[in-house]
């Protein structure tokens, strides 16, 4: 594809439940990145690979947030046992040297 | 991040005005600067980038300036157009990630 695809785009969870969002980076992107936004806020890091390797995981907010990129491609940002605090628009970057592209995001809703 | 939680500052401009955005930064060892434009229900898109040893740089009717001394970004959009409305945000990249700085909506009036 031409660009970043996250899916779903939209993902409604119950509280408690586990929830994992994908990401397919641009082709042949080395580096990849998870963001998080609230609403009417900036995106906030989360999480950087570079290839299959999560070299900065420092923004996770908590245990329950888990990311991985085991084939230095597609990535998997996982939520377990979702709080209504993670209600947020779920962002993937990747970039080829520093210029990072996004996607459209996923957006999380945890009712 | 820097965040203002639900009250983002707007900037209202008249179609076929300039505009001008601020945006303060927070480390004074970034190097690379980026603004970028997100509209509603998309992921924020690339406008113009500037390194740290430039203070001005020019795209297509985009002007980003750099002061280093005050920790100061701005973008300049010549000649705003309704597509230009859209919440900018600039960003700092001291490192991999991404540092994002509070966003300002620019809404255009025709």
């Known amino acids: 594809g031409a660009g970043v695809s996250q899916s779903p785009r939209y993902k409604v969870a119950k509280r408690g439940q586990d929830v994992a969002l994908r990401c397919d980076p641009i082709?042949?992107?080395?580096?990849l990145f998870w963001y998080q936004q609230a609403l009417g806020q900036g995106p906030e890091f989360l999480t950087y690979?570079?290839?299959?390797?999560?070299?900065?995981k420092s923004g996770l907010p908590s245990d329950r947030f888990f990311a991985e990129r085991p084939e230095g491609s597609v990535s998997t940002l996982k939520i377990q046992r979702t709080q209504q605090e993670d209600s947020a628009v779920y962002l993937c970057?990747?970039?080829?040297?520093?210029?990072?592209?996004f996607g459209p995001g996923t957006r999380l809703t945890v009712l | 991040g820097e965040s203002v939680g639900l009250h983002l500052p707007t900037l209202s401009v008249q179609e076929g005005d300039n505009s001008i955005i601020n945006c303060a930064y927070s480390?004074?060892?970034?190097?690379?600067f980026i603004w970028y434009k997100q509209e509603s229900g998309k992921g924020p898109q690339f406008i113009i980038d500037i390194r740290s040893n430039m203070d001005k740089r020019q795209g297509q009717r985009v002007t980003v300036l750099l002061n280093k001394t005050v920790k100061h970004l701005s973008l300049q959009i010549a000649a705003t157009q309704p597509g230009d409305s859209a919440v900018y945000f600039c960003a700092e990249n001291p490192g991999n990630k991404l540092v994002f700085g509070a966003g300002t909506i620019l809404r255009v009036k025709s």
């Open positions: 480390n004074s060892a970034s190097d690379y």
């Open positions: 082709s042949g992107h080395v580096s």
């Open positions: 690979f570079q290839n299959e390797a999560q070299l900065d």
């Open positions: 970057a990747s970039s080829e040297v520093r210029e990072q592209f």
